[in-house]
T-cell receptor, first 112, second 116 residues
Framework: DTGVSQDPRHKITKRGQNVTFRCDPI?????LYWYRQTLGQGPEFLTY????????KSRLLSDRFSAERPKGSFSTLEIQRTEQGDSAMYLC??????????FGQGTRLTVV | AQKVTQAQTEISVVEKEDVTLDCVYE???????LFWYKQPPSGELVFLIR??????QNEISGRYSWNFQKSTSSFNFTITASQVVDSAVYFC?????????????FGTGTRLKVLA
C-alpha cells in the first residue's frame, strides 16, 4: 500500500456519542496532519504530529477532540460527546520533511 | 495574516475549452510554498504542483500549466483542452515553513464542471 489510508470511510453517530477515526500514513513519513472539511469549504488544519510528538493544535480543536500518534506510526482522532456541528469530512495527510502532503480519502462523519 | 482566495466558486466549460482557475494569496513571509490540489468526488485530495516563493518560472505539465506572479500574489492554474475527467473541485493552498509545521492554508476551492 503506497497511499494514506483512513478508516472508517463513513460514520454516522448519534449526538453525544464518542467516535474514533484512524489514519495510516505512508510508511516513513514522519509528518502527519489532520484537517477538517465542511461542505463547500477548503480543508482547515486541526493538528500536526512530527513522529509521535503532537507539535501544533488549532484552536478549532476543542477539548472534546484528542489526537494521538503512538510510536510515530498510525494516528487516531477521537471526538467525545459529538455535536451536530462536528459533522464534516476529516482528512489525514502525511509528508516526508518539508515536501508536499499526501492525503487520504477521508472519514465522513454525520452526527444525527 | 495568511489567506488564500479563490474567487471563482464554480466554472462550467464545454469539453476542449481552455479554463483558468484563479488563486490569490496573502502572506507576510518571503519564504513560502504554493500548491494546487484536485478533489474528485471520491474525496481524496490529489497533489498537482508545488511551487516555492523563489521560483517564479511558469510550469507546464501536459495539459496543465501554472502562472506564478509574486507582483500580484497570484498563482493561477490553466487547463488546456479540458476533458470531462477534469471535473472536480480544485484547491489552491499556501504553506509557510517558519513555524516548522508546513501546515496548509486552503482556499475555498473552485468547482470545475466540464460538459461533454
Amino acid at each position: 500500500d503506497t497511499g494514506v489510508s483512513q478508516d472508517p470511510r463513513h460514520k454516522i453517530t448519534k449526538r453525544g456519542q464518542n467516535v474514533t477515526f484512524r489514519c495510516d500514513p505512508i510508511s516513513e513519513h514522519n509528518r502527519l496532519y489532520w484537517y477538517r472539511q465542511t461542505l463547500g469549504q477548503g480543508p482547515e488544519f486541526l493538528t500536526y504530529f512530527q513522529n509521535e510528538a503532537q507539535l501544533e493544535k488549532s484552536r478549532l480543536l476543542s477539548d472534546r477532540f484528542s489526537a494521538e500518534r503512538p510510536k510515530g506510526s498510525f494516528s487516531t482522532l477521537e471526538i467525545q460527546r459529538t455535536e451536530q456541528g462536528d459533522s464534516a469530512m476529516y482528512l489525514c495527510a502525511s509528508s516526508p520533511s518539508d515536501m508536499e502532503a499526501f492525503f487520504g480519502q477521508g472519514t465522513r462523519l454525520t452526527v444525527v | 495574516a495568511q489567506k488564500v482566495t479563490q474567487a471563482q466558486t464554480e466554472i462550467s466549460v464545454v469539453e476542449k475549452e481552455d479554463v483558468t482557475l484563479d488563486c490569490v494569496y496573502e502572506t507576510r513571509d518571503t519564504t513560502y510554498y504554493l500548491f494546487w490540489y484536485k478533489q474528485p468526488p471520491s474525496g481524496e485530495l490529489v497533489f498537482l504542483i508545488r511551487r516555492n516563493s523563489f521560483d517564479e518560472q511558469n510550469e507546464i505539465s501536459g495539459r496543465y500549466s501554472w502562472n506564478f506572479q509574486k507582483s500580484t500574489s497570484s498563482f493561477n492554474f490553466t487547463i488546456t483542452a479540458s476533458q470531462v475527467v477534469d471535473s472536480a473541485v480544485y484547491f489552491c493552498a499556501l504553506s509557510e515553513p517558519f513555524s516548522g509545521t508546513y501546515k496548509y492554508i486552503f482556499g475555498t476551492g473552485t468547482r470545475l464542471k466540464v460538459l461533454a
